[in-house]
């Protein structure tokens, strides 16, 4: 007996209630299943089906069967769907959201080679700071940055988010360079609308004979912003000292434009773990177009370590 066969053909049967119907679906002969099932009962010993011209109804036997095969049977497609799945290319389309400033810099530079490397994938990339459902958006995967929240989706981290005190040269010159972080009260903040409670939580890691400190300082200032890269331009213009994730530093750090300050302390990281993530729905496997681009931007962020920060 195919027992594989034999009992997809049992699973149809008792959803159909008909050995018919199943013959359909499953496009063999009635006769077939009639078989399939004659052979199961033999193997069980037991009666799977109770017969009678309105149709089938499954028997008490039939219904503990059909509740621990259709797991089985389950299992062995998922089982069969991941190993091949190694086999074959990636293709399709994928949908996948980002935060704006930092699809601007690290996602859209680098989608040429990732479609030269997968060209059988087509990439739907919604970009906002908007975090959308992502069932109901239709959306494959997400790339979000900071702590999860608790949720029932997956998610692989691509990268660390760390922010660090960063000022212009010229800012500096005027006002003075902080020694400590208490000195950021006399100077003037840019900061997100949503800082809270206009406090910076700074901490300097654990050294070699020296325990971590935390301190928190209060903020004044007389500009805001909603956006990343509208506080690094601000920054950079020399309106205030501001406290940027690495990611979207780098740049400016390298070229002279923004200097870093306090360069042993940085914000404290808070509950969860901070990072930027690679988030997707929760399936028993993975597609393989989503594989790839989580695998390719983990590679990628891997070799730029901390973004040049």
Known sequence: ??????????????????????????????????????????????????????????????????EHASAAIAALDDARDAASSLNRSPQGL??????????????????PAFLDAHPGISVDAVITDEVLNLI????????RIGALADSQLMARQLAPHRRIVCASPEYL????????????ADHAALCFPIASGDRWLLVQPAAKGRAPKEVQVRLSGRVRADNTD????????????????????GEPLRDGRLVRVLPRWEAQPGSGNPAVWAVYARKRTVSSKVRAFIDFYADLYREHGDWGA
């Not at 994928?94 to 859209?108: D, Q």
């Not at 109901?136 to 790339?143: E, K, N, Q, T, V």
């Open 230 to 249: 509208a506080l690094v331009e601000l920054a950079i213009a020399g309106c205030g000292i501001a406290l940027l994730p690495t990611w979207s530093v």
């Open 1 to 66: 007996m195919d027992y594989y066969s034999a009992v997809r053909a049992f699973l149809h049967a008792a959803e159909l209630k008909s050995f018919s119907k199943a013959a359909q679906q499953l496009d063999v002969k009635t006769s077939t299943v009639s078989r399939y099932i004659n052979e199961l009962e033999s193997d069980l010993g037991i009666a799977l089906f109770n017969r009678s011209t309105r149709g089938l109804k499954l028997t008490e036997g039939g219904t503990v069967f059909r």
């Open 94 to 111: 994928l949908r996948v959201t980002m935060p704006t400033s930092f699809a601007r810099r690290h996602v859209i530079p680098h989608l």
């Open 136 to 143: 109901d958006s239709g959306i494959d995967l997400a790339i």
């Open 173 to 184: 010159t005027r006002h003075g360079t902080p020694s400590k972080p208490e000195d950021l």
